[in-house]
């Protein structure tokens, strides 16, 4: 039998990034809060303290703080009219779980998108003319301006390190001079850089390139942030990515806001708790709460005056779709929003040899690069070269783990005693450029529910249909031999030039930034939600992260995701409270 619990002012459906934040500033409004986390506990001390954080084989191959596949699982296909099949290890994406959600394991790279980028569709419009009919790129029914302080809170509330190129409109000389404007210099400064941004930061300077520290989550001193919460100088110890801080280095939900959330009288957290489904009235205008299951297979029904999904965009995705919420989108019709616009990133890279130096990249952080910016959104005239969009070019050293990573030059065999010479000369001696390029919305490119496969309590899989379009590959085939000519000018033995695969491969690791299927816009007749991140359908319901951008970027997302979170907090306190209904009027 269904338990039923008292009402709630506030149900939270997840609770890594998006659920902490939303938690800080509602709370913080006198409400009572409840967040429901499918997965368990987790904090520095007791879940990656130092002298077991660094285990390779236990987080990232064991995948022990990723979603379980045997738990919940998607299917994947290419392309329509293909078989779509389960995905039974995460390969190309990590799905997180527990508390922090993936934020306890991201880099910390921590970009803003460009104030061009929220304008996707009628900016490259505007400049090059009409975009072809299946390119379903869309703006944001937001500005970057009206973004900035949220921007600026987030950087503040992480302790972001880095150096202002835009300062209030003030370019600055070696911050990035394409960012939009900021009010406030970064929070802390630059980390510190290793050989391996100096050469490209060298090399990117000779060929005319405007090089400049990467934004990074991963302090470069000692931080206090707003909230009275203290960080700890990060150590270089190269075990961000996939895996817990136990420095108290990196921001995450744990070192930034849980220390004041955990401790309100009007908020409560309940772990292993899977919401299933959102309840909605009658008359299809109001969530009634949610529907989940605890960890002895217990049902519960816990009803909410506002429910607000933060279960990453995969999940809000699947579950407004289990949920009835909206029309699923329709391919072949071009009916529907729920699913639309699905995009991901375009990733190609440059390893770099070298034969007198030592890179030494095994001391490094998540957010550790220098970064050049020229070639990404709409910062270099794309006349005539067929494609739109962009890509940041990076000299990353985040890592080398020694199961990880194995660098080793072209022509060097998979296996053997050769292999393990080549591995030996190169592992000190070698760096890699990165470009991390934006892939843009296509009708074919999309999210629905499975016709065969089911998860553990019969309810479809979501169905995942994407591959890389003609403008992503032309996209990759014009920067990566920009990155290619500032790794040569580093200075090594040589290169190799790792291109973008013909078809997206849902294995090798790329990123795990999933965006759209739940996509902001200006009518319920373009999206699933408002621009306030309010459902068009149930007005108090609200879905947060990157399933609501309209169109990525050639940025990492998390920055984006959390001014959209704070901006939506705002008018959820600003407007809604006060009027409880519809947002916008249409
Ligand atoms: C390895 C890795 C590296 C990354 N590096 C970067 C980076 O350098 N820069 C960057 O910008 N971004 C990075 N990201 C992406 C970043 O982590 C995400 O953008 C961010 O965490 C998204 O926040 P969120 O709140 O939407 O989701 P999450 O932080 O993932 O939180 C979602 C939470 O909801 C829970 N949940 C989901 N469904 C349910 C349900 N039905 N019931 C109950 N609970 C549920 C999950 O268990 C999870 O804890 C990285 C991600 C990964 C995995
Ligand atoms: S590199 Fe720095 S921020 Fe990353 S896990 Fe190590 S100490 Fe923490």
């Known amino acids: 039998?269904?338990?039923?619990?008292?009402?709630?002012?506030?149900?939270?459906?997840?609770?890594?990034?998006?659920?902490?934040?939303?938690?800080?500033?509602?709370?913080?409004?006198?409400?009572?809060?409840?967040?429901?986390?499918?997965?368990?506990?987790?904090?520095?001390?007791?879940?990656?303290?130092?002298?077991?954080?660094?285990?390779?084989?236990?987080?990232y191959w064991r995948h022990e703080m990723f979603q379980e596949t045997a738990q919940e699982t998607q299917t994947f296909r290419n392309r329509r009219g293909q078989?779509?099949?389960?995905?039974?290890?995460?390969?190309?994406?990590?799905?997180?779980?527990g508390v922090g959600g993936a934020g306890v394991h991201w880099n910390g790279q921590t970009f803003r998108f460009l104030p061009s980028d929220f304008l996707a569709r009628s900016h490259n419009q505007e400049?090059?003319?009409?975009?072809?009919?299946?390119?379903?790129?869309?703006?944001?029914?937001?500005?970057?301006?009206?973004?900035?302080?949220?921007?600026?809170?987030?950087?503040?509330?992480?302790?972001?390190?880095?150096?202002?190129?835009?300062?209030?409109?003030?370019?600055?000389?070696?911050?990035?001079?394409?960012?939009?404007w900021r009010s406030n210099e970064y929070p802390n400064p630059p980390m510190e850089m290793t050989f391996s941004q100096d050469r490209f930061k060298a090399s990117a300077r000779d060929m005319g390139l405007n090089p400049f520290p990467a934004p990074s989550a991963n302090m470069s001193r000692a931080y206090t942030n707003p909230l009275g919460v203290r960080m700890a100088p990060c150590t270089y110890c190269g075990f961000c990515e996939k895996f817990g801080c136990g420095n108290y280095s990196k921001a995450s939900p744990q070192t930034t806001i849980l220390p004041v959330v955990m401790q309100q009288s009007n908020f409560r957290l309940r772990t292993h708790c899977d919401v299933l489904h959102v309840n909605k009235d009658r008359d299809n205008t109001r969530a009634t709460g949610v529907t989940y299951i605890d960890a002895h297979g217990q049902l519960h029904e816990q009803p909410a005056q506002i429910v607000i999904l933060c279960g990453y965009q995969l999940s809000n995705t699947r579950l407004m779709m289990l949920s009835g919420i909206g029309e699923i989108y329709d391919p072949a019709t071009g009916q529907g929003q729920l699913g639309r616009n699905y995009t991901y990133q375009v990733m190609s890279g440059v390893d770099v040899f070298f034969d007198d130096a030592f890179t030494n990249e095994y001391i490094g952080a998540g957010a550790l690069g220098m970064v050049v910016d020229d070639y990404n959104g709409d910062n270099f005239d794309h006349s005539g070269l067929g494609f739109i969009g962009g890509a940041y070019i990076a000299c990353w050293t985040t890592h080398a783990r020694p199961?990880?990573?194995?660098?080793?030059?072209?022509?060097?065999?998979?296996?053997?005693?050769?292999?393990?010479?080549?591995?030996?000369?190169?592992?000190?001696?070698?760096?890699?450029?990165?470009?991390?390029?934006?892939?843009?919305?296509?009708?074919?490119?999309?999210?629905?529910?499975?016709?065969?496969?089911?998860?553990?309590?019969?309810?479809?899989l979501m169905r995942m249909t994407y591959d890389f379009t003609a403008n992503d590959r032309r996209l990759s085939e014009h920067i990566t031999p920009v990155a290619a000519q500032i790794a040569r000018g580093m200075g090594g033995r040589e290169i190799k030039v790792?291109?973008?695969?013909?078809?997206?491969?849902?294995?090798?690791?790329?990123?795990?930034?999933?965006?759209?299927?739940?996509?902001?816009?200006?009518?319920?007749?373009?999206?699933?939600?408002?621009?306030?991140?309010?459902?068009?359908?149930?007005?108090n319901l609200f879905v947060m992260g990157a399933g609501v951008f309209p169109q990525n970027a050639g940025y990492n997302p998390t920055a984006t995701v959390a001014a959209l979170a704070y901006w939506s907090a705002h008018a959820i306190r600003t407007q809604y409270l006060r009027a409880p209904g519809p947002l916008v009027q249409v």
């Open 498 to 539: 790792n291109a973008l695969d013909a078809h997206y491969d849902i294995w090798p690791y790329q990123t795990t930034h999933n965006t759209g299927g739940t996509i902001m816009g200006e009518t319920p007749a373009d999206s699933v939600v408002n621009r306030y991140l309010q459902s068009w359908e149930l007005h």
């Open 403 to 460: 199961i990880e990573s194995q660098p080793v030059p072209e022509g060097t065999p998979e296996w053997g005693s050769e292999w393990k010479r080549a591995l030996q000369q190169n592992f000190l001696r070698h760096t890699s450029l990165s470009v991390h390029g934006a892939s843009m919305a296509h009708r074919e490119n999309y999210l629905d529910l499975d016709p065969t496969y089911k998860d553990r309590y019969g309810r479809p």
């Open 83 to 97: 078989t779509a099949l389960p995905i039974r290890r995460w390969g190309s994406y990590l799905p997180g779980v």
């Open 127 to 180: 400049r090059y003319g009409a975009l072809p009919d299946d390119m379903t790129v869309q703006d944001y029914p937001v500005t970057y301006d009206e973004l900035e302080p949220h921007f600026d809170r987030f950087e503040k509330l992480c302790g972001i390190c880095g150096q202002a190129g835009n300062l209030q409109g003030d370019l600055r000389p070696g911050g990035n001079p394409f960012e939009g």
């Open 1 to 59: 039998m269904t338990e039923i619990h008292r009402s709630i002012d506030v149900v939270l459906v997840g609770f890594g990034w998006t659920g902490a934040i939303l938690a800080h500033e509602l709370t913080a409004e006198g409400l009572q809060v409840l967040a429901l986390e499918r997965g368990g506990w987790r904090d520095t001390p007791t879940d990656f303290p130092t002298t077991h954080a660094p285990d390779e084989l236990r987080y």
